[in-house]
């Protein structure tokens, strides 16, 4: 009997369990699914042009061809892709160029696109068509999928001169709506053209409706930098593989140089000081494992200067701020702008929030707005499980003049930015519960809340004023008449002067009050941001756990 | 440039995508990666007991070597693993015997022991020790991956003759920790005893306190059968698949009646009728997508018998209301029992719920509580973005007279049972949000809530009564002198008479009362339960969009 249970075993590809599993690749819902669909070529075309330093230009149209049946385009004018590569960028998953990097991108499992060419296949037994311009040839080919194999099936069907260059995919779909709702492809696309001034993007609806969303700003945002790994990001294991897939070094010393960033000579220095029995002379392919733990624990007793900057790269204020203004225009705006850190110990991140509060998001009866980002791509869905939308829960909102969250007329963004960022699952719209990052969140919303606070303690300190003011002004005439009695002065010159006085004392204190809705608070850690972090102390991550 | 970025591009093993996307798995937190490799330890040692018919008794030992790293013994007495598969089955992610199957099982995707041995590899450098005492013979080994490509790696130790059967798989773990709180190892295995009566369970814990589990129920549960898939639950692409794989049917006909549930050749006959021009005589191998797209909305066309009761098991309202009384003691206790039902057209499911109020409850200080298990397994994480805890939030609990749900002295407990659970990561944690199961869990909810709500207002009526009774008790003696003093009666006998009267009266009403909170409520759609299942009509499955 166990026997006739292992004659059942077998195995199986990465493919068929997501086919199986659709759901944790966000097909779970016809408008979910159609939206997820866009949202995984369009970060992948906008990955490309970033790379290629091209602005991007993508054109999205959607035709109805049935009954939750479906035509998608989507065309860019990145660098296409060469014919090697074409039917693995399509058809395969876990194939690509951007697994392995340690650089801020929208795309980071390679699986996206072979999933949506798997959805299509499933769904209606067709290939998807891709059309790439690269390098002056124009290939046309149908892709697919072979699920057993999780290996691209490749139909080309001509090949011919070019000079323009970008991918365009057609594929179609069943089992999927398109809907103008919260969570559609419009929204996905408005959402996508907030955070990503630098895009042009069209989109073509199924009733043929076209709405541009074309570029506010004329160039691309500063191109991330791929960086080395940070050594407090490095578990043995990594040390180790590394290590072993290391070739230009024949010295451990020389090694760690090349491999990690901000690891100098002194570093190594000090490193040969708190590993005295080490010796780091030796062959880097030659590290064994206690060598490598003991190692990567001396990482973690040095002070490292944190990881560069400049391989993260925010939507920023400035844009922030114009994007805000332009959907909800309200009374009062606040936008942090904060340092990167590190969760893992060494993955840098970098958190920019921003709060906006009364005008337009009262006047259009909205409250406790969120929009969560994360590397400029909208998360619409699995708000539930998300980093984010839990922070926001845990925060005392009282603290800031807030009532209840839910009961304001709020609306708060959040992008997080990282090289890798820590989705729940494949379908990459909520952000796993790491402690260090819901840190940062919770320290960047208390920073651009304080600022609301302002604002509103302001608002309601001018409220006062004028009370006091009304009523000082009630007496004036009063005053004046008796004064005019006593002194024998005219009243009207008497009144006058008080009015000047009065107008003098209230219009100073407005001033003075008005510079408190635009000056920033200062981050609750503000001084740790000295671009020197220390290795966490180890904390018990439980943020993730429940009930 | 473009073309730089294509020397970059790598394929990548699914064991290298969890291991950098380790919270995909559950790993993303201490106490939680402790519980979640117990838990894959045990729902496989559970698991391969049942298969096999022999009642479970597990082992569960955790030893403290250092700070933040333990080792985990799990020894049960299963048949074991053959020598040609344990190391597939404990190294290599995405084989085993679960993932293709039809059967209700705790596993199903064959990742999680093979993860277990991944974050033992990672963190510690040690490979998993594995006994498997199998026909006979005891095969000892050591187990780890090969995560470039998802292979396992063996070093067998010993092999001895043996008269013993089971597995024990005793492995390291470093960035784990133990603690007795609700996400802990303890309240796991506390809640996997109470949705397993049949098993006997042993807990060490690091300090050397060893807690029994005993069974309450000498019996394994009805053994779910494996079930052939129903054709609601069918997709063209699946059909197509199933006719490829097909050795033993020449003509569709019969390979219909050989592959699904419910088909017989009545409704073979049915099918023709409904599909005219196809011939249903010709090899399923050479059916064409358009066929099979045609067939599979045939199959929607017609009235279907629902899917076998006998392939899901659930705990059981009588082993739910002794585990709730073991546990809250509460004053009322309503426990569902529904039949199956499908989801994405013909997947059975069923959903057992059980609902307990005041009591013991009320005196722990707790509200609002909520289980959640998925084919007896304890859901402990991510309830956020599960469609349990969604679903219980959507509850109008007023409409029972319940204030807000946390408010209220209230366990909830929610099991899932299918042949297919939909979870919404590989980290089995969270139940995605699919509309058909979301609507089957709030008209469970609903059902048991009416019960309570029947003990809420029969005790309302009950406070009310005896009020009443109070009131008119007052007015006995003054009433009974009167009437004496008028009819000349002995007033200590009319006083008894009025009395007995009350008695009578409000006795009454006490018993017709007492009913209320045992009789259990109907199912919103009892009318539904007939045995006999239509494809629902197509409507938009937004549950699990958010904002």
Redesign the interface.
């Known amino acids: ?3 006739d ?2 004659k ?7 493919a ?2 997501f086919k ?2 659709r ?2 690749l966000g097909f ?5 699914s159609m939206t997820i669909i866009v949202h995984e070529f369009m970060t992948n075309s906008l990955d490309a042009c970033e ?3 091209i602005l991007p230009e993508v054109f999205v149209q959607v035709e109805e061809l049935g ?2 049946h479906y035509r998608l385009t989507v065309k860019d004018n990145g ?4 014919k ?2 074409l039917g ?2 399509l058809g ?1 998953m ?4 951007k ?3 340690y650089i801020q991108q929208r795309g980071q ?2 699986i996206g696109a072979a999933a949506c060419t798997m959805f299509s ?3 209606t ?1 067709q290939p998807a068509k891709a059309i790439s311009c ?2 002056g040839k124009k290939l046309t080919a149908n892709i697919s999928i072979d699920f057993k194999a999780n290996k691209p099936v490749v139909q080309e069907i001509e090949e011919v001169p070019t000079e323009e260059s970008g991918l365009t995919v057609i594929s179609e779909y069943k089992d999927v ?1 398109y ?1 103008r ?3 559609g492809v419009y929204e996905y696309i408005r959402r996508t053209a907030l955070a990503n001034p630098h895009c042009s993007i069209t989109l073509v609806e199924p009733n043929n409706e076209k709405t541009a969303f074309p570029r506010s700003v004329e160039a691309n945002p500063p191109r991330p930098f791929e960086i080395k790994p940070h050594p407090l990001g490095i ?3 990594d040390l ?1 593989e590394f290590a072993k897939h290391n070739k230009e070094s024949k010295r451990i010393s020389s090694f760690l140089q090349e491999t990690f960033a901000r690891m100098s000579a002194g570093k190594v220095d000090e490193l040969r000081a708190l590993l005295p029995t080490m010796d780091l002379n030796k062959n880097p392919q030659n590290m064994t ?1 206690e060598e ?2 003991a190692m990567v624990k001396a990482f973690g007793q040095l002070r490292w200067v944190s990881p560069a900057m400049d391989s993260l790269v925010p939507i920023g204020k400035g844009q922030v701020e114009i994007s805000f203004r332009n959907i909800f225009n309200p009374d009062v705006l606040v936008v942090t702008e904060r340092t990167p850190k590190v969760y893992r110990g060494g993955i840098p991140f970098m958190i920019e929030v921003g709060i906006a509060y009364g005008g337009g998001i009262a006047a259009a009866g909205k409250k406790g ?3 969560r980002f994360a590397n400029r791509v909208p998360l ?7 980093a984010i ?2 922070t926001i829960k845990t925060m005392d909102w009282k603290r800031y003049d807030l009532r209840e969250f839910e009961d304001e007329p709020v609306a708060v963004l959040v992008n997080l930015v990282s090289v ?1 960022v ?5 379908g990459k719209q ?1 952000i ?4 260090d990052m819901m840190d940062e969140i919770k320290f960047a919303l208390m920073e651009a809340s304080r600022g609301i606070q302002k604002y509103l303690s302001g608002k309601r300190r001018a409220n006062e004023i004028a009370t006091k003011r009304k009523v000082v002004n009630r007496y004036v005439q009063q005053l004046a008449g008796d004064l005019s009695t006593l002194s024998g002065e005219k009243k009207a010159e008497i009144e006058k002067k008080l009015l000047d006085i009065i107008e003098k004392k209230y219009g100073e204190e407005d001033e003075e009050n008005e510079g408190g809705d635009e000056k920033k608070g200062e981050g609750p850690n503000a001084n740790e941001n000295s671009g020197s972090v220390k290795k966490p102390a ?1 904390k ?8």
Chains 1, 2 share one sequence.
């Open positions: 009997m166990a026997d249970i292992f059942q075993f077998k195995e199986h590809s990465v068929e369990f199986k599993n759901q944790m779970s819902g016809k408008v979910r790379e290629a330093g009954e939750d660098p296409g892709i060469p090697t590569h693995k960028a395969q876990l194939a690509g160029t697994f392995h990097r499992q390679g296949y499933l769904t037994g690269h390098k709506r809907e709702s919260n969570y578990g043995t294991h180790l494992w490598a733990e707005e969120v929009m619409l869905f699995d708000s539930g499980g998300c939308t839990e890798h820590p989705y729940t699952s494949a909520a796993s519960n790491e402690e180890e018990e991550e439980e943020g993730d756990a429940d009930e």
